[in-house]
C-alpha cells in the first residue's frame, strides 16, 4: 500500500501543501499566497494568524480535488514553518490578536531587569548591551506593557507550528525543534528553562505555564480532529506529527548532517547553517538552533534581510524588467539574473555590505555600498548586492569553521537565489567550494516529508532518508581565477568595512 506525506509548509508570503512520496519526489503541490504582513506604524510587520490556518486548508482542499486517490494515501501531516512569530491564544485556541511576525522591529521600553551580579557578569564578557537588546526585541514585553488585558487573557503563547499542530490536533504539543525566537528556551538541552530564577525569563517576560509542551521532531502528536477534518478534507486517520523550523528542515533536505558541509539558504533571510553533534557557537552567546535530529544542533549565521534586498532592489530600480517580465509572463529576478554574467566578478570595484537590518552583533550598523564610479550601473548593483550577501555568509562560513575545528568541504543551496545557476556559480567562486543543488525548489516541504517517513519506520534512520530522498541535480565547481579576485576582496576590503564604519553608524544614530 502506497503511503504518503503532506507536508506542509508555512511561510512569510505563503502556505505549500505538498504530497511527497518515500523517494523525496512530489506527487502533488498547491500554493497559497498572501500578503506578508499589513503594518499599521512604521517598523510594524503583524499577520492575522487566521490567515496561516485558512491557507492550509485551502491547500489541502485543492489537492483533494486535484488528486483524491493520491489524497487518500496520506498517512501524516508534518509542518515546517516560519520562525520566531508567536501567537497569543486563550484556553479554547482563539486569537486573541495579530501576531507580530519575525520582521516586526517594535521593542519594549523596559526590557526584563537583571540582578547586580548578573549585570556584572554580562558587563565582564561585553555582553550587557546585547543582553538589554534581546530583552527589548521581546514581543511578549511589549504586549505586557502596550496591551496587558491581552497578555492577562492569554493562555498559551504558541510559535506557527504550536498553533497550527493545535488546530489541525486539539492539543498544545509542538516540536523542540520549532523552538526558535524571543523564548525562555535551553538551546542547550533543548527545553524550556529548568531554573524560575533564570534571567532568561526575566528576559523574555514568558511565564512558564504559557508555553506549550515540546516533543522531539518526528513525534506523533495526535489524529487530525474532526473539526480540522472538516476544514481540510484529511481523514481522521492521519496523524500529525512534530515538524521543525524552514531553516531546519532546508538543512535537512540539502544532505547537509555534519559539518563538513553547509546549507545556505537564500530566502528573505539569507542563512548559513550546518549540522553538528557538538553544541557549538559561531557567533559568542547565541546559540545553535536544535535541529531536526534529536541529539544534534544547527549552528547558524543569519544576513537578517538577505534576499529581501532582491525584492528591495526590484521595487526601486528594476521597473524596466518588472514590465518586460510581466509582458513575456517570467519573472522579473529570471531577466535580472540573466543579465549577472554581463558584470565580472567584484562588480568593477562596487562593493556592497548586507546590513540592511540590525544584529546583535553590529547592532548600530546599517548597509554601506562602496567603490562607485563613472561605470556603473543599476546592474553593478544587483551583482554587488548577490556578492554582498555571500560575502556576509562567508563571514558566517570562518565563524562555524573556527569553532567547529572542521573545515567545510562542500555547499548546498536552497531557496529563491538558489534557482539562478549564475548566482549558484557566483556562490561557488566566491566560497571557492562546490556548490550542490537538490532535486526541488521545495526544500523545507522535502525535509517535513523526511522527518515523517522516519517516523512511520519508512527508514530506519535520518542517514537512510537522506540518501534515499536527497538527490543532487546539478554541481557548480570554483573557478579558480574568479575565486583569487573574491578572497581579495573578502580580505583586504569586505572585512575592513565594518569596522572603519562603525564609529559612524554609531553617529548617525545619534544624529537622524
Same mark, same amino acid.
Given at each position: 500500500?502506497?503511503?504518503?506525506?503532506?507536508?506542509?509548509?508555512?511561510?512569510?508570503?505563503?502556505? !505549500?501543501?505538498?504530497? $511527497?512520496?518515500?523517494?523525496?519526489?512530489?506527487?502533488?503541490?498547491?500554493?497559497?499566497? $498572501?500578503?506578508?504582513?499589513?503594518?499599521?506604524?512604521?517598523?510594524?510587520? #503583524?499577520?492575522?494568524? #487566521?490567515?496561516?490556518?485558512?491557507?492550509?486548508?485551502?491547500? +489541502?482542499?485543492?489537492? %483533494?480535488?486535484?488528486?483524491?486517490?493520491?489524497?487518500?494515501?496520506?498517512?501524516?501531516?508534518?509542518?515546517?514553518?516560519?520562525?520566531?512569530?508567536?501567537?497569543?491564544?486563550?484556553?479554547?485556541?482563539?486569537?486573541?490578536?495579530?501576531?507580530?511576525?519575525?520582521?516586526?522591529? =517594535?521593542?519594549?521600553?523596559?526590557?526584563?531587569?537583571?540582578? *547586580? /551580579?548578573?549585570?556584572?557578569?554580562?558587563?565582564?564578557?561585553?555582553?550587557?548591551?546585547?543582553?538589554?537588546?534581546?530583552?527589548?526585541? +521581546?514581543?511578549?514585553?511589549?504586549?505586557?506593557?502596550?496591551?496587558?488585558?491581552?497578555? #492577562?487573557?492569554?493562555? *498559551?503563547?504558541?510559535?506557527?507550528?504550536?498553533?497550527?499542530?493545535?488546530?489541525?490536533?486539539?492539543? /498544545?504539543?509542538? +516540536?523542540?525543534? +520549532?523552538?526558535?525566537?524571543?523564548?525562555? /528556551?535551553?538551546? *542547550?538541552?533543548?527545553?524550556?528553562?529548568?531554573?524560575?530564577?533564570?534571567?532568561?525569563? =526575566?528576559?523574555?517576560?514568558?511565564? =512558564? #505555564?504559557?508555553?506549550?509542551?515540546?516533543?522531539?521532531?518526528?513525534?506523533?502528536?495526535?489524529?487530525?480532529?474532526?473539526?480540522?477534518?472538516?476544514?481540510?478534507?484529511?481523514?481522521?486517520?492521519?496523524?500529525?506529527?512534530?515538524?521543525?523550523?524552514?531553516?531546519?528542515?532546508?538543512?535537512?533536505?540539502?544532505?547537509?548532517?555534519?559539518?563538513?558541509?553547509?546549507?545556505?539558504?537564500?530566502?528573505?533571510?539569507?542563512?548559513?547553517?550546518?549540522?553538528?553533534?557538538?553544541?557549538?557557537?559561531?557567533?559568542? /552567546?547565541?546559540?545553535?538552533?536544535?535541529?531536526?535530529?534529536?541529539?544534534?544542533?544547527?549552528?547558524?549565521?543569519?544576513? $537578517? !534581510?538577505?534576499?529581501?534586498?532582491?525584492?528591495?532592489?526590484? *521595487?526601486?530600480?528594476?521597473?524596466?524588467?518588472?514590465?518586460?517580465?510581466?509582458?513575456?509572463?517570467?519573472?522579473?529576478?529570471?531577466?535580472?539574473?540573466?543579465?549577472?554574467?554581463?558584470?565580472?566578478?567584484?562588480?568593477?570595484?562596487?562593493?556592497?555590505?548586507?546590513?540592511?537590518?540590525?544584529?546583535?552583533?553590529?547592532?548600530?550598523?546599517?548597509?554601506?555600498?562602496?567603490? $562607485?564610479?563613472?561605470?556603473?550601473?543599476?546592474?553593478?548593483?544587483?551583482?554587488?548586492?548577490?556578492?554582498?550577501?555571500?560575502?556576509?555568509?562567508?563571514?558566517?562560513? %570562518?565563524?562555524?569553521?573556527?569553532?567547529?575545528?572542521?573545515?567545510?568541504?562542500?555547499?548546498?543551496?536552497?531557496?529563491?537565489?538558489?534557482?539562478?545557476?549564475?548566482?549558484?556559480?557566483?556562490?561557488?567562486?566566491?566560497?571557492?567550494?562546490?556548490?550542490? !543543488?537538490?532535486?526541488?525548489?521545495?526544500?523545507?516541504?522535502?525535509?517535513?516529508?523526511?522527518?515523517?517517513?522516519?517516523?512511520?519506520?519508512?527508514?530506519?534512520?535520518?542517514?537512510?532518508?537522506?540518501?534515499?530522498?536527497?538527490?543532487?541535480?546539478? %554541481?557548480?565547481?570554483?573557478?579558480?581565477?574568479?575565486?583569487?579576485?573574491?578572497? %581579495?576582496?573578502?580580505?583586504?576590503?569586505?572585512?575592513?568595512?565594518?569596522?572603519?564604519?562603525?564609529?559612524?553608524?554609531?553617529?548617525?544614530?545619534?544624529?537622524?
Amino acid at each position: 500500500m502506497k503511503e504518503r506525506i503532506l507536508s506542509i509548509d508555512c511561510g512569510t508570503q505563503s502556505i !505549500r501543501g505538498i504530497i $511527497f512520496d518515500e523517494k523525496g519526489q512530489i506527487i502533488e503541490c498547491e500554493k497559497i499566497t $498572501f500578503e506578508p504582513y499589513f503594518s499599521k506604524k512604521p517598523g510594524w510587520a #503583524e499577520q492575522n494568524p #487566521e490567515v496561516y490556518w485558512n491557507a492550509l486548508c485551502e491547500a +489541502s482542499k485543492k489537492l %483533494k480535488a486535484k488528486n483524491n486517490e493520491e489524497f487518500k494515501n496520506i498517512k501524516a501531516v508534518v509542518l515546517s514553518t516560519l520562525r520566531d512569530t508567536l501567537i497569543n491564544v486563550d484556553e479554547e485556541g482563539n486569537v486573541l490578536r495579530p501576531t507580530m511576525t519575525w520582521l516586526d522591529q =517594535r521593542m519594549a521600553k523596559k526590557p526584563g531587569k537583571l540582578t *547586580k /551580579f548578573e549585570k556584572l557578569i554580562f558587563s565582564c564578557v561585553g555582553m550587557k548591551k546585547t543582553i538589554r537588546i534581546i530583552s527589548e526585541e +521581546s514581543k511578549a514585553l511589549w504586549i505586557k506593557e502596550n496591551q496587558p488585558e491581552i497578555w #492577562e487573557k492569554t493562555f *498559551k503563547y504558541l510559535q506557527v507550528s504550536g498553533y497550527l499542530n493545535y488546530k489541525l490536533t486539539n492539543k /498544545f504539543v509542538d +516540536s523542540i525543534a +520549532s523552538q526558535i525566537g524571543h523564548l525562555p /528556551f535551553d538551546y *542547550k538541552r533543548k527545553e524550556w528553562i529548568k531554573k524560575d530564577s533564570n534571567f532568561k525569563w =526575566r528576559m523574555f517576560g514568558v511565564e =512558564r #505555564e504559557k508555553l506549550p509542551d515540546l516533543v522531539e521532531a518526528g513525534t506523533f502528536i495526535g489524529n487530525i480532529s474532526e473539526y480540522a477534518s472538516k476544514k481540510t478534507g484529511l481523514s481522521q486517520d492521519v496523524k500529525v506529527i512534530a515538524g521543525g523550523s524552514d531553516k531546519g528542515c532546508e538543512t535537512l533536505a540539502n544532505g547537509c548532517i555534519d559539518v563538513k558541509s553547509v546549507s545556505l539558504s537564500f530566502g528573505t533571510t539569507a542563512t548559513i547553517q550546518t549540522t553538528s553533534k557538538k553544541y557549538i557557537e559561531p557567533i559568542k /552567546f547565541m546559540p545553535p538552533y536544535p535541529a531536526v535530529i534529536s541529539e544534534r544542533y544547527n549552528p547558524e549565521v543569519e544576513i $537578517f !534581510r538577505g534576499y529581501w534586498m532582491i525584492k528591495w532592489f526590484k *521595487k526601486e530600480f528594476a521597473n524596466k524588467e518588472m514590465q518586460e517580465a510581466a509582458q513575456m509572463n517570467v519573472s522579473a529576478e529570471k531577466l535580472l539574473n540573466d543579465r549577472l554574467n554581463e558584470i565580472p566578478p567584484g562588480s568593477e570595484g562596487l562593493i556592497l555590505q548586507p546590513y540592511w537590518g540590525p544584529h546583535v552583533k553590529t547592532p548600530n550598523a546599517k548597509g554601506a555600498i562602496i567603490g $562607485f564610479g563613472a561605470s556603473h550601473t543599476r546592474i553593478h548593483i544587483y551583482r554587488a548586492i548577490i556578492e554582498g550577501i555571500n560575502f556576509g555568509l562567508i563571514e558566517g562560513l %570562518k565563524d562555524i569553521e573556527k569553532k567547529s575545528k572542521k573545515k567545510v568541504e562542500k555547499i548546498m543551496v536552497a531557496g529563491g537565489g538558489a534557482q539562478s545557476d549564475t548566482i549558484c556559480q557566483i556562490t561557488s567562486d566566491m566560497f571557492n567550494l562546490p556548490v550542490h !543543488r537538490i532535486h526541488t525548489y521545495e526544500a523545507s516541504a522535502l525535509g517535513a516529508a523526511i522527518i515523517g517517513f522516519v517516523s512511520l519506520k519508512k527508514y530506519t534512520c535520518y542517514d537512510e532518508a537522506v540518501k534515499n530522498m536527497v538527490h543532487y541535480e546539478k %554541481k557548480f565547481v570554483p573557478n579558480q581565477k574568479n575565486a583569487e579576485v573574491y578572497n %581579495k576582496l573578502y580580505e583586504k576590503v569586505y572585512k575592513k568595512i565594518y569596522p572603519n564604519l562603525k564609529g559612524l553608524y554609531n553617529n548617525l544614530k545619534h544624529i537622524v
